[in-house]
């Protein structure tokens, strides 16, 4: 028998999330740091810590496949039992973001939405889900679909088997998204690509700039004889070809079932959200 019906409220979450950010920050910056990397990488390991990158807003080549990833996403939406819409996103709203909406938040998906805080936001329809996620690909977010032990931490909801985010993150603010340039080796790899994509360049049209390399979350471009080179760490968000000021940068993705059924497979082994 549950004791309380919902998890903890707004006020309260966002009042643990401000006292907890400095320290997952800082988890991050140091899991690379020797000795210390061995004290912080256990609190990043899986299956307790997975996020996989989708590029919502991005177009991909050939054009005929330029909503395959914005599908896929419509797609795991279509397996949950029950989803929440949260009315803001908490990391925009602690560092009062002012390049990206606030009103964005994360989407909590599968049985355990069940004692998600009314307070949070709300259930909504396939429909409604749906338009969310337009709504973040029309804002230049990318999605996160994510299985991560500090968030039904944070709401109360303690049926994490039964559990899965999906966030809209940005470059600036997202706990999920800065601070991964050295990164210890749970941290690295929890944090994933959409599997069977890939950055082409047109080396055309390439003025070698650097913003690509610059940008890059990761730290996976580097710039070669004034070229970006994309090395194996690249996690295919997709952001490079969205920044490219001379649209030399193309995202290629196999095809669209292929990708669904290979990021079902991946929800599937840490949990069920039917």
């Known amino acids: ?106 989407m909590v998906l599968g049985r355990a939405v069940e004692r998600m805080h009314p307070s949070h936001g709300r259930k909504v329809t396939l429909d409604e889900a749906h338009n969310h996620v337009q709504k973040a690909a029309d804002a230049g977010l990318i999605a996160s679909i994510a299985h991560v032990w500090i968030d039904p931490l944070a709401f109360g909801l303690p049926d994490f088997d039964k559990l899965m985010f999906i966030c809209f993150c940005d470059d600036c603010c997202c706990l999920y998204r800065t601070h991964l340039e050295k990164r210890g080796p749970n941290l690295d790899k929890a944090c994933k690509g959409l599997p069977g ?54 995202l290629n993705l196999t095809e669209e079932e292929i990708l669904f059924q290979r990021i079902k497979q991946r929800i599937e082994k840490v949990a069920d959200i039917s």
């Open 197 to 250: 994509i890939s950055i082409q360049l047109n080396r055309a049209l390439c003025q070698g700039c650097g913003k690509c390399a610059e940008w890059c979350f990761v730290r996976a471009i580097n710039m070669e004889n004034g070229k970006p080179q994309f090395g194996p760490d690249c996690r295919g968000c997709g952001r490079c070809v969205e920044i490219c000021p001379q649209n030399a940068l193309e």
């Open 1 to 106: 028998m549950k004791l309380y019906k919902y998890g903890p409220p707004r006020k309260f979450v966002k009042f643990a999330f401000k006292l907890g950010w400095p320290i997952v920050k800082l988890g991050k910056k140091w899991s690379s740091l020797p000795v210390l990397k061995w004290i912080i990488n256990p609190f990043f390991a899986y299956p307790y810590n997975e996020v996989t990158y989708v590029p919502i807003n991005v177009k991909v080549a050939p054009p005929e496949s330029v909503t395959i990833p914005n599908k896929v996403v419509r797609r795991v939406l279509d397996l949950a039992a029950e989803i929440f819409i949260v009315d803001e996103c908490l990391c925009r709203g602690h560092t009062k973001c002012r390049d990206y909406p606030q009103d964005i938040g994360c």
